[in-house]
């Protein structure tokens, strides 16, 4: 079930003229949606890219926690020009209001009500995620409507388990201790207001030293845009992830990103994806880039989608 909303032209003359300035900025959607989940929760989805092309192949982008559509900006900006890009606001985040449900099941009912929701029958399409947007791709891995539609999937700075007992966030030891203070401080530590000794934070926690202060900024503006009871609720979840099974059960073509410098999902998490998927396609790390690789890094990973584009969506349709 969705709602269909059509972007204005005043909107998207000023979110053009935003972006020639901060390429950063969120970008005006063709049009808006309202998805209605399994369980009645309802998801703000954007949709961009040329809007008299249906057959235009899709690229489906699933943020990560605390972030929203806007993570993707620069893909969007990039990849909207030839391609349809469906972005998403998972539950609690965003534009999509929080739910009681808050788990990794409600997360691949949600990643199949959009893929439904957006994409004709049997429509193929690229499936990016990045963190807990990874970990929902893994978690609808078995699920008929997510593979009715996945022709290959990128995994961005992502893990499938032991996400706090691996953080580097807390700069102790790997043990009990440095677990349970990353797990206090990664949940309930305030964020409020942006400011120059919260972005220094963010940045240290999320990001790599080389980050500028555009990227800083956009991310900073996101995360702290997301409310502290969501925060909260998803971060119990990462504490208790457990997606093993669900890695073993994605069976396209798929490529896996990590950045060196990752705190909070470390290049052990990739290299173990890489080794457990039954399709890896590559394993790229990325010198000196932190969690927050589409933000850091967005010609790398926008070259990695238009990659598996070219070479699992455009052949499957051609085939």
Not at 26 to 48: F, N
Request: aromatic share 4%; net charge neutral.
């Amino acid at each position: 079930m969705s709602r269909t909303t059509p972007a204005t032209a005043t909107a998207t003359a000023t979110a053009t003229a935003t972006a020639t300035t901060d390429p950063y900025a969120p970008v005006e959607p063709g049009r808006t949606l309202t998805v209605t989940s399994a369980d009645g929760a309802a998801l703000h989805v954007e949709v961009h890219g040329p809007a008299g092309n249906p057959a235009a192949p899709a690229v489906v982008l699933a943020h990560g926690w605390t972030c929203s559509t806007a993570f993707w900006a620069a893909q969007i900006r990039e990849l909207s020009a030839e391609h349809r890009v469906i972005a998403y606001d998972q539950r609690g985040h965003g534009r999509s209001p929080a739910s009681e449900a808050c788990g990794t099941e409600a997360l691949a009912d949600d990643l199949e009500a959009v893929l439904a929701a957006t994409l004709a029958p049997g429509e193929p399409a690229v499936i990016a995620g990045h963190s807990m947007g990874g970990m929902t791709i893994m978690a609808a891995a078995s699920r008929p409507g997510f593979r009715e539609h996945a022709a290959a999937v990128l995994l961005c700075s992502t893990g499938s388990s032991a996400l706090v007992a691996e953080s580097l966030v807390v700069p102790l030891r790997p043990g009990r201790l440095r677990t349970w203070l990353t797990g206090r401080i990664l949940g309930s530590a305030p964020l409020g207001p942006v400011t120059r000794l919260g972005s220094r934070i963010l940045k240290y926690a999320t990001m790599g030293p080389g980050s500028s202060p555009a990227m800083v900024a956009a991310c900073a503006r996101i995360v702290h845009a997301c409310p502290r009871r969501a925060r909260y609720a998803w971060s119990r979840v990462l504490d208790a992830l457990d997606l093993d099974h669900g890695v073993g059960a994605l069976r396209v073509p798929t490529a896996v990103i990590v950045g060196t410098a990752d705190r909070m999902t470390p290049p052990v998490h990739a290299r173990r994806l890489a080794a457990a998927l039954p399709d890896c396609v590559s394993l790229t790390e990325l010198p000196g880039v932190g969690h927050m690789s589409p933000v850091e890094a967005p010609d790398l990973v926008t070259t990695k989608i238009r990659e598996l584009v070219a070479g699992h969506v455009e052949l499957k349709e051609g085939a």
